[in-house]
């Protein structure tokens, strides 16, 4: 079955983050992001949440 794409809203809510925060991860190319037109992108819930599990942090000062 295919997965459905998600706008950065739908994304935020299910994250529980703000529109701004998956705007930033997306322009760091922290979060995977499928670019439908100019204007138009959406995600995969699923390759987003494994992309952050991938992100680590790290201590200040290590």
Known sequence: MVEKLITKQQLAEALGVSVRTVENLT????????VLGYRTHRYRLSSVLEA???????????
């Open 27 to 34: 322009r760091r190319r922290k979060i995977p992001v499928e």
């Open 52 to 62: 952050l599990n991938k992100l680590t942090v790290r201590a200040v000062g290590s």
